[in-house]
T-cell receptor
Framework: GAVVSQHPSWVICKSGTSVKIECRSL??????MFWYRQFPKQSLMLMAT?????????EQGVEKDKFLINHASLTLSTLTVTSAHPEDSSFYIC??????????????FGDGTRLSIL | ELKVEQNPLFLSMQEGKNYTIYCNYS?????LYWYRQDPGKSLESLFV?????AVKQEGRLMASLDTKARLSTLHITAAVHDLSATYFC?????????FGTGTRLQVFP
């Protein structure tokens, strides 16, 4: 149980385009979803926290106009990287938590999306 | 601001040997988690430590938590190549997880 699906797994785009990443909780209702960014050989850095039906809370230093987060339902959150540039290339991981999930796991992680901007 | 540090950052060790990875954190928390990450993959949950003195073991890995010292350890016993990965501890801060710097483990014959 508590499966989080992330799509796509890998995307390569030209500089200047916008890229949307989806995060779905498949078998539980995710009241809160988190978006992380991970550069090679580094740790996960929390970008933003989103609660269903409300605006996302961004961590310090994360541009909210650059990284648009939508959490319109209890099973889906999306991250859109707008006008992506090579420095946005990274591994993006979502996670989800919800009252109906196993209580001993704070968050359930998606498989990640590798974003490469040329 | 909660900070989580791991030591060492990189560890190369021979099969069959033992070693301990340390996770120190800066403010009070009674929930600590260990994850494994293989190259190009997401996180795999290893251990959930929810109280002072908690000890969990799975195969060749054993994790412990000392909330008074703000320290968790991940002990590797008789390492095997399959354990090669990056290991992260993460400390709960309200509903957020603050991740440690990570320890990249390389086990060689």
């Amino acid at each position: 149980g508590a499966v989080v699906s992330q799509h796509p797994s890998w995307v390569i785009c030209k500089s200047g385009t916008s890229v949307k990443i989806e995060c779905r909780s498949l078998d539980f209702q995710a009241t809160t979803m988190f978006w992380y960014r991970q550069f090679p050989k580094q740790s996960l850095m929390l970008m933003a926290t989103s609660n269903e039906g409300s605006k996302a809370t961004y961590e310090q230093g994360v541009e909210k106009d650059k990284f648009l987060i939508n959490h319109a339902s209890l099973t889906l959150s999306t991250l859109t990287v707008t006008s992506a540039h090579p420095e946005d290339s990274s591994f993006y991981i979502c996670s989800a938590s919800g009252v109906t999930g196993p209580l001993n796991q704070p968050q359930h992680f998606g498989d990640g999306t590798r974003l490469s901007i040329l | 601001e909660l900070k989580v540090e791991q030591n060492p950052l990189f560890l190369s060790m021979q099969e069959g040997k033992n070693y301990t990875i340390y996770c120190n954190y800066s403010t009070t928390s009674d929930r600590l988690y260990w994850y494994r990450q293989d190259p190009g993959k997401s996180l795999e949950s290893l251990f959930v430590l929810l109280s002072n003195g908690a000890v969990k073991q799975e195969g060749r890995l054993m994790a412990s938590l000392d909330t008074k010292a703000r320290l968790s350890t991940l002990h590797i016993t008789a390492a095997v190549h399959d354990l090669s990965a990056t290991y992260f501890c993460a400390v709960a801060n309200t509903d957020k997880l603050i991740f440690g710097t990570g320890t990249r483990l390389q086990v060689f014959p």
